[in-house]
């Protein structure tokens, strides 16, 4: 259900690019010197987690499951957006008043099977009036907000943010080309749902890249009651995170960290020793395998309407992929030394 965001990214994409094109999967690409190799493909996905009827009551009420993983706490009380196919529909997220629950009952977390979207209808029929049918999805109507200094909250900053800073990337290419590599922006669906590299590996398998860099968002480690120990030490405003291990190809992460202290670009690494949970897990087993590398920026509160990022952290991450291309020659080869 990605269509409206991939939308407004190929709008944007037509001010500059020299190819846009989008595939049945939902894809979208914008090229800058499509026929060049070193071919190189930054992904960044374009869906967001949302909900999804699953069943409509006698008395017009909606029950719900996730598209994509969710803590039905941050659920409770929201404001949704069901995107019917008359129009959009809006509602609310409801929950049985505390005041009505048993001491045991209200020390419990909220579960999704426990929560309710009441639209105003009073019946099924005027639900179904409404245009409302199962399977309509729906997102929490939450926009951006400027906070202190640079910083903004959003919903679906996971990972719209991948598919600005892969777009920005591209731009930058435009304004100081890249001499030898032709650069594939890739706006991928089904990241939340596709475990496996969702979009991700049917774009790449059809622009068969020499090498891929995937955005993503990554913890931030600069809030209370985190175990940097386990977790890292990440901060928002502390520029992207290298992953390093699993599907992060070791040749590519050390370029990106040549590229980054060429650039004087600040950078913090992450150890993924088994998976990244990532596009990069399933688009760097595509085909013969594809070298991949992980460019993540750090976030606040994933996988809820009000997520954080910096903005010069999304400046500083599309300048170290522009960057990275521009290092590209001819004889490039990722093959492990």
Same mark, same amino acid.
């Given at each position: ?9 190929? @709008? ?22 499509? @026929? ?11 869906? @967001? ?289």
């Amino acid at each position: 259900f990605e269509a409206r965001a991939a939308r407004v990214w190929r @709008e944007e994409a037509a001010g500059f690019a020299d190819e846009i094109r989008i595939d049945r999967i939902g894809n979208s690409f914008a090229a800058m010197n499509p @026929e060049a190799r070193p071919r190189v493909m930054l992904a960044g996905h374009i869906d @967001e987690i949302g909900l999804q009827i699953t069943h409509i009551d006698e008395n017009g009420f909606l029950y719900v499951a996730g598209i994509g993983g969710w803590d039905p706490q941050v659920l409770v009380g929201q404001r949704v957006r069901i995107l019917a196919k008359g129009g959009d529909v809006l509602g609310v997220v409801g929950k049985k008043a505390i005041h009505l629950m048993d001491a045991d009952e209200a020390a419990k977390a909220s579960k999704m099977e426990k929560l309710w979207v009441d639209v105003g209808a009073t019946s099924l029929d005027e639900a179904a009036e409404l245009g409302l049918r199962v399977g309509d999805p729906m997102v929490v109507d939450v926009g951006m907000v400027k906070l202190a200094g640079d910083r903004i909250a959003s919903r679906a900053i996971d990972n719209r943010i991948g598919a600005y800073v892969v777009l920005e990337a591209l731009h930058m290419l435009k304004r100081e080309p890249a001499e030898h590599a032709g650069t594939w922006a890739v706006a991928t669906a089904q990241e939340e749902i596709g475990y496996q590299g969702g979009g991700a590996r049917s774009s790449a398998y059809d622009l068969e890249p020499d090498v891929a860099l995937v955005v993503d968002v990554t913890f931030s480690t600069d809030v209370p009651d985190i175990e940097k120990r386990e977790h890292g030490d990440h901060s928002v405003g502390g520029g992207p995170v290298l992953s390093r291990g699993s599907a992060a190809h070791p040749e590519v992460f050390e370029r990106l960290v040549d590229v980054a202290e060429a650039e004087g670009i600040a950078y913090t690494i992450q150890a993924s020793p088994r998976q990244t949970r990532t596009d990069a897990d399933g688009l760097q087993l595509v085909r013969g395998g594809i070298p991949t590398g992980l460019v993540s920026v750090p976030h606040r509160y994933m996988h809820s309407p009000n997520e954080i990022v910096s903005l010069a952290d999304l400046d500083a991450s599309a300048r170290l992929l522009a960057a990275f291309v521009r290092s590209l020659g001819p004889d490039t080869d990722f093959t492990p030394r």
